[in-house]
T-cell receptor, first 113, second 115 residues
Framework: DAKTTQPNSMESNEEEPVHLPCNHS???????IHWYRQLPSQGPEYVIH???SNVNNRMASLAIAEDRKSSTLILHRATLRDAAVYYC??????????????FGKGTLLTVNP | GAGVSQTPSNKVTEKGKYVELRCDPI?????LYWYRQSLGQGPEFLIY????????DSGLPNDRFFAVRPEGSVSTLKIQRTERGDSAVYLC?????????????FGPGTRLLVL
């Protein structure tokens, strides 16, 4: 399975934008990039996913490099409720065992008031 | 609507005992997953159900672990002869379809402590 690399931790101030990077240099052409986050004492929750084009939803934006070897999750205005561990996960388009989510250690985001 | 629920939220047991962990998925979700999360680590896949059958149980660590989903809804993860190394948070997730790009919705987990 293609691997992802994320910083162990990042810090942000409330109401400022946050850019969470993820490297996936061995990504295949049919791998989707998914982001989940895990708030303290909760299960992970879906944030966003994309293939090639940048994606936006109510929670965040996903910027994908042209060569797809890296991506960035963007929280436009961080709030205290965004403090969580953020996981970048690759999922094959279909077939095989793409139903499995393969989590790394993720990035622990701290948001300062 | 209601999300994925798991019971109990916490379970303390003694080494060698048998435990059952329950998962109630979102109504109508055909796919159900179990993951295990050790302290400081991301969740690790254990088993995947499509309907009543276990489509992939390759993540179960050994034969002390077993899971069932007899009616295609509620699932129970069963651990026999528990060991201290089984202490972890056990997470259940469900998704609407077969898993291809489907969003997985997670429960809050069951925190298992084996003394």
């Amino acid at each position: 399975d293609a691997k992802t690399t994320q910083p162990n931790s990042m810090e942000s101030n409330e109401e400022e934008p946050v850019h969470l990077p993820c490297n996936h240099s061995t990504i295949s052409g049919t791998d989707y990039i998914h982001w989940y986050r895990q708030l303290p004492s909760q299960g992970p929750e879906y944030v966003i996913h994309g293939l090639t084009s940048n994606v936006n939803n109510r929670m965040a934006s996903l910027a994908i490099a042209e060569d797809r070897k890296s991506s960035t999750l963007i929280l436009h205005r961080a709030t205290l409720r965004d403090a969580a561990v953020y996981y970048c996960i690759l999922r094959a388009f279909s077939g095989g065992s793409n139903y499995k989510l393969t989590f790394g250690k993720g990035t622990l985001l701290t948001v300062n008031p | 609507g209601a999300g994925v629920s798991q019971t109990p939220s916490n379970k303390v047991t003694e080494k060698g005992k048998y435990v059952e962990l329950r998962c109630d998925p979102i109504s109508g979700h055909t796919a159900l997953y179990w993951y295990r999360q050790s302290l400081g680590q991301g969740p690790e896949f254990l088993i995947y159900f499509q309907g009543t059958g276990a489509a992939d149980d390759s993540g179960l660590p050994n034969d002390r672990f077993f899971a069932v989903r007899p009616e295609g809804s509620v699932s129970t993860l069963k651990i026999q002869r528990t060991e201290r190394g089984d202490s972890a948070v056990y997470l259940c997730a469900s998704s609407l379809g077969s898993g291809d790009q489907e969003t997985q919705y997670f429960g809050p987990g069951t925190r298992l402590l084996v003394l």
